[in-house]
């Protein structure tokens, strides 16, 4: 027994060890579990030291960086959630809850058959933020008089009680702020959960195949592209049948939630591909998935393409224009389909752009640089709440 207790307390004692290794010389920079760039172990100064920050970053840096931290993560994540989502839908059954009630679960709410979703926000409690938001475009649109400018507004769980039918307000009280034509502005609207749920998917944050394809036309409206949209090959492809998005894993761990996940399959024009400054064979796997050669299980990400600094798409065209995107996850699912219509497209998140190239985003250098006279700012709420997506100081 004792031989034991001292072989388990050497191991303990060696995970430890080699987290703070690997913390020090070796660290992990992205958090997959969590999809977030990983905490990295600080550099103590005496400040840091004497008001408790560093103490703070180190512990922040060792849960991410020991070894199974992540496998420790989702199973605890995943038997919680177990548990929870049997007891709801027991007392679904006991107690006659409909599916027309949100139903509080892990931090978040199911509502209709098993759809993750928000919190609807009043104005009023990001008002503030908003305000700020519509000053700096407001600013910047008068600063670049030369730019047209675009502004895309996607409604979601967050813009819509599901129980009463309210809408929040939200994109009217941005729209109304800004200093820009009501025709270089759009909204995505969803007037109710049936139009929700024909739009989203029910584990994860972001629209799905057909709701993007719904977007990726009215963009066309909205930017007054006269080209003929491209049409989805045939029928809707089955992926996979097990997809978890972000919002499960978030708050159930693999396997609890699911959903199928659907693709379109498109005739895409070829395309030259630059992400983060390096030539790259293509932007997301699409066609991988599709013809069921992916080696790993699908994502909304690794489907359609990731948040990347910077993203640039060339058709090789000549005549056509040049489009800046700046945008947010939402906008993944749309930069091939908007591509195809232009000469070069070039797409920008903000969160990521510095850390990518290496340098601050300087957005009228940007436009001058490449010639760029369009920009299409599109996001959810999110987005136009947050100064990191701010254009210019």
Known sequence: MKKIRILFITGVMLILVGGLARALFLPEEINTYENRYANQMPVPTVSTVLDGTFQDGVDAALMDQLPLSETMKRTYNQATASFLKGAIDLARQTAGIADDHYVEFNGLRLFGDDYVTYWPRAVWSVEKELNAKIDSLNATFARHPDLTFYLYYIEKDTDLDFETGEKTGLADYLLDGLDLPRENTGVYTIDSFQEFSHNFFKTDAHWHHGGSYRGYLQLLDLLGVSQE??????????????????????????????????GYAYDFPAMAVTIGGQPAEDYGMQSVYLSGQAWEPVSYGSYYGGDNGETILSTGTTGRGKLLVVGESFDNAVLKLLASHYDTLYSVDLRYYEHSMGKPFDFEAYTREHGIDQVLLMGNIDFFIQDTFDLED
């Open 229 to 262: 949209p491209l049409v989805p090959v045939g029928d809707p492809i089955l992926v996979s049948s097990q997809f978890s998005g972000k919002k499960a894993s978030t708050v159930a761990g693999e396997g609890i939630l699911v959903e199928p996940f659907y």
